[in-house]
């Protein structure tokens, strides 16, 4: 393996994505991984706890996923980029952390290989059933970041978007793997260090004595410092003022919480990113993330083949959800063509932000493996024979 002086491998690696994933994390500068071994993410902690000692960082297995994430979040504020890595089971146990990990505006990461479920599922087929929940699994009002990675070179290039993205805005960024892609085998390009772009953490650089935890910048974004550097300060998931201390009152709610929503949505345009092909004539769209996208990319070229316009759509950021871009097209095509490995998740969001305007085609595929062409060319075909605007169609197999 080839290695440049800070440690991260360079070059072209043939790897899985699991490996991709931790080679990005190590390379985003993350220095501490906290995991409870599951099914099919174990690859991630592997390949980071093979390299660990060569870079200078922590590898920590805990009793559950509860503790693991409370320990990412206090590694945070220690001053090391830090990450855990998941399944579904071990998301819906981290879920109360993730509150917390909102509530006191850590940056971290939350890398979820998403399996089928409910319960312990099949651990060894692809999922995309913890799109919601990755949204709205925790109680109270916030918004976060998630992102969607298709191939092992997007598991790479995501990871690092995470980081950069949570450093960015002080926030838990979720990046939703499927066990497909985990264990796919391509080949990933590593620059070198010096060419990858990383968001530095913003740190205070005013008297010991005058800092406030979570008083904001212009842009609603707290400075941070480390823990143990001499600093006074109190953090909690209470309702706090600036010092972190518990103020108990509607008034200090919403001077809390509020900014929690709009350092996010305020920067929407920041953070979301689509990758569209042949939009500009299309009649018909296929909205896809992640794994499905694959099997979208070919419909639609196969489709193109036989005359019809259809383009694509893929959400590289699934949150926060691209609905100013759905509304646009929205009216201008015929219709959208959803494929999802759930039985109906993200098509609800498209179909909310399309407003009538445009039939929405639901391709559920849940737990049988990874969607392929066949079923979407299907919807195409559906979508071609109906010209009536409906509120949606679902053909549940």
């Given at each position: 393996m080839k290695a440049d002086p800070s440690g991260v491998l360079t070059g072209t690696h043939n790897i899985s994505g699991n490996y991709a994933c931790a080679e990005g994390a190590l390379a985003a500068g993350c220095r501490f991984l906290g995991v409870y071994p599951i099914a099919p993410a174990l690859e991630v902690s592997e390949r980071f706890l093979q390299r660990a000692k060569k870079v200078g960082a922590t590898f920590i297995q805990m009793e559950d996923e509860i503790s693991t994430l409370a320990a990412v979040i206090g590694a945070s504020w220690t001053g090391k980029k830090s990450m855990t890595v998941t399944s579904g089971p071990g998301l819906s146990l981290m879920m109360e952390h993730i509150g917390l990990g909102i509530m006191l505006e850590t940056p971290c990461v939350i890398v979820d290989v998403q399996r089928v479920g409910?319960?312990?599922?099949?651990?060894?087929?692809?999922?995309?059933?913890?799109?919601?929940?990755?949204?709205?699994?925790?109680?109270?009002?916030?918004?976060?970041?998630?992102?969607?990675?298709?191939?092992?070179?997007?598991?790479?290039?995501?990871?690092?978007?995470?980081?950069?993205?949570?450093?960015?805005?002080?926030?838990?960024?979720?990046?939703?793997?499927?066990?497909?892609?985990?264990?796919?085998?391509?080949?990933?390009?590593?620059?070198?260090?010096?060419?990858?772009?990383?968001?530095?953490?913003?740190?205070?650089?005013?008297?010991?004595?005058?800092?406030?935890?979570f008083k904001r910048d212009e842009d609603l974004i707290p400075r941070m410092v480390d823990i143990g550097q001499g600093y006074k300060f109190h953090v909690t998931g209470l309702t706090h003022d600036d010092r972190g201390y518990p103020i108990m009152n509607e008034e200090c709610q919403e001077y809390n919480v509020h900014p929690l929503v709009k350092k996010i949505r305020d920067y929407t345009d920041e953070i979301i990113e689509v990758q569209e092909v042949n939009i500009e004539d299309a009649d018909i769209i296929i909205i896809s993330y992640g794994v499905s996208s694959k099997a979208a990319l070919k419909a639609m070229e196969q489709a193109r083949g036989l005359g019809l316009k259809v383009g694509s759509l893929k959400l590289v950021t699934v949150w926060p959800f691209p609905e100013k871009r759905v509304a646009e097209l929205a009216g201008k095509v015929n219709a959208f063509v959803v494929p999802e490995m759930n039985f109906g998740q993200v098509v609800l969001e498209v179909e909310r932000c399309s407003y009538g305007k445009s039939n929405v085609f639901f391709i559920p595929h849940g737990g049988k493996g990874v969607e392929d062409t066949e079923d979407i060319l299907k919807a195409i075909n559906q979508a071609v024979q109906d010209d009536r605007i409906i509120d949606r169609i679902v053909e549940l197999r």
């Open positions: 409910p319960g312990l599922g099949l651990p060894s087929q692809p999922s995309q059933g913890d799109m919601m929940q990755a949204r709205w699994g925790s109680h109270g009002d916030y918004e976060l970041i998630a992102l969607a990675p298709s191939s092992s070179q997007e598991m790479f290039d995501f990871t690092i978007k995470a980081f950069n993205f949570s450093e960015r805005f002080r926030i838990p960024v979720a990046v939703m793997s499927d066990e497909y892609v985990a264990h796919l085998q391509e080949e990933v390009v590593i620059p070198r260090a010096k060419d990858i772009t990383l968001e530095p953490r913003r740190y205070f650089d005013g008297p010991i004595g005058s800092y406030l935890p």
